[in-house]
């Protein structure tokens, strides 16, 4: 299936129910492209383009905000939201790394190609991101760590927003993976880290993906976890979260007017 087939947003479900009521916002997310150095950055922002300019209209649909805001690729800092200047930056090197990771893990063994496997992982960092800015320009109250709220949104978005949105959400899952496999020893350092440790988020991301259609996706659920029940709680976490976002929205969501 082309990138294009695979990404095409299913509106209509749980978010748009609460975002129709909703105008979209006056200032619309954009993007801006630093000059590329490299064709190494080059084949990076081939990637980016496609990806970015849908999230966006994503984005304006059904997460509207009334500040603007800029996701900036290229540069030297990121991925991050910065709230000084209202942007999100996106390093190219960090889109080369991602498809280098995918590319050396021989990741279309899997029957996803790295290239789309690396246009995944951004969709969901994108959104991750974007969460980031929305709860700084909307004051959403967060108890817990932000980072797990925003990689738990971004998860449900691709999932709720795309026919194969599950499937995308699986290729950042499996990213985190990736990373975790670089870590040869815990210390201190991971534990009061911002983020929950990529294992954690790797297995976070599975069980939203699980729980938003078990049949399709027995095989994730290990027979360990089935012993104590985990897949009754990753169905039960799914539609809990799935339904604490149509009450976060309803509140902090940009009114129509």
Not at 1 to 8: D, G, K, L, N, P
Request: aromatic residues 10%.
């Amino acid at each position: 299936m082309s990138q294009v087939e695979r990404h095409i947003p299913i509106f209509g479900i749980f978010v748009i129910t609460v975002v129709m009521i909703m105008s979209v916002s006056a200032n619309a997310a954009t993007a801006k492209f630093n000059l590329v150095k490299n064709t190494e950055e080059k084949q990076a922002r081939a990637l980016i383009e496609p990806i970015s300019k849908q999230m966006l209209a994503l984005f304006d649909e059904q997460l509207p905000m009334q500040h603007a805001l800029t996701v900036v690729y290229g540069g030297e800092d990121g991925p991050l939201f910065d709230p000084e200047t209202s942007q999100i930056l996106i390093p190219y090197q960090f889109i080369s790394q991602v498809y280098g990771r995918f590319h050396h893990d021989n990741y279309q063994e899997t029957g996803v190609s790295p290239e789309q496997a690396t246009s995944d992982a951004l969709m969901h960092t994108l959104a991750h991101e974007y969460v980031h800015a929305y709860i700084y320009a909307n004051q959403v109250i967060v108890l817990g760590k932000e980072e797990d709220a925003a990689d738990t949104l971004a998860t449900l978005l691709l999932i709720n927003s795309f026919e194969n949105g599950a499937d995308i959400a699986m290729s950042a899952a499996d990213l985190f993976a990736l990373e975790d496999e670089d870590i040869e020893a815990l210390d201190d350092d991971h534990f009061w880290d911002e983020h929950s440790l990529d294992a954690q988020r790797y297995f976070s991301t599975l069980c939203l993906i699980y729980g938003s259609d078990p049949e399709k996706y027995s095989s994730i659920i290990s027979k360990a976890q089935l012993e104590i029940e985990r897949d009754s709680y990753c169905e039960e976490e799914y539609f809990r979260q799935t339904e604490n976002w149509d009450r976060l929205n309803a509140r902090y969501g940009v009114p129509a007017k």
